[in-house]
């Protein structure tokens, strides 16, 4: 009973060992990896019986940045980490190419973000709901200081100050009168008097 025992455990060793050394052949490469606040490139290495067999199971990763408002931001070796949904939110992509390496697949790209601007009170979805890198999300509407009445400014809109007034030169407001900014919404009429009340601060501050 005992040699039985110690033969099952001497042929499992034996198994395992072998089928370690038969997926010992390595292969390295590189895929970007975040640091921080910066993408960098890694070492990295894959295992196989044989080197072709490595060179397959060799992988990059990083997130899905044509899909907008995507919270998955994480670059580096290896297929998608588990939690991650390969395709959606993250996408993986071979280090060799039949006959050429590939490392570095992953190189990053810019996110992209869903964004709204007040428009008659109300907010409307900008670049009819697709999404734009984030140096493009702006919002334009009237100063905090501006007084007039004029309706086509005070409607405010999606996008740039110059782009608005290009768009309708003869809308009978001057681009001293508007105002751009750079984030969600952010040309709402509360938005507008945060900013106001911070130049009425600053100005009472220096007299």
């Known amino acids: 009973m005992k040699y039985f025992v110690w033969l099952i455990l001497t042929t499992a060793f034996l198994v395992k060992n072998v089928t370690a050394l038969a997926n010992n052949v390595p292969w390295g490469y590189t895929c970007y990896e975040r640091n921080g606040s910066t993408i960098i490139t890694n070492k990295c290495s894959a295992s196989g019986a044989t080197e072709d067999k490595a060179k397959a199971a060799a992988f990059c990763h990083g997130p899905n940045n044509s899909q907008a408002n995507n919270t998955f931001t994480e670059y580096g070796c290896g297929k998608c980490p588990k939690g991650a949904k390969n395709g959606t939110t993250c996408i993986s992509c071979p280090a060799w190419n039949s006959d050429s390496?590939?490392?570095?697949?992953?190189?990053?790209?810019?996110?992209i973000f869903t964004y709204s601007c007040y428009q008659g009170g109300v907010p409307v979805k900008c670049n009819n709901g697709s999404g734009t890198q984030l140096k493009n999300?702006?919002?334009?509407?009237?100063?905090?200081?501006?007084?007039?009445?004029?309706?086509?400014?005070?409607?405010?809109g999606c996008g740039?100050?110059?782009?608005?007034?290009?768009?309708?030169?003869?809308a009978?407001?001057?681009?001293?009168?508007?105002?751009t900014?750079?984030?969600?919404?952010?040309?709402?009429?509360?938005?507008?008097?945060?900013?106001l009340a911070f130049l009425l601060a600053i100005y009472w501050l220096c007299v």
């Open 137 to 156: 999300i702006h919002c334009w509407g009237p100063k905090p200081t501006y007084t007039g009445n004029n309706l086509n400014l005070t409607t405010c």
């Open 172 to 179: 009978g407001w001057k681009l001293d009168d508007c105002s």
């Open 101 to 111: 390496e590939n490392s570095n697949c992953n190189k990053p790209t810019d996110p």
């Open 160 to 170: 740039t100050c110059e782009e608005a007034h290009a768009a309708n030169p003869t």
């Open 181 to 195: 900014c750079n984030y969600n919404n952010c040309n709402g009429a509360t938005e507008m008097m945060s900013a």
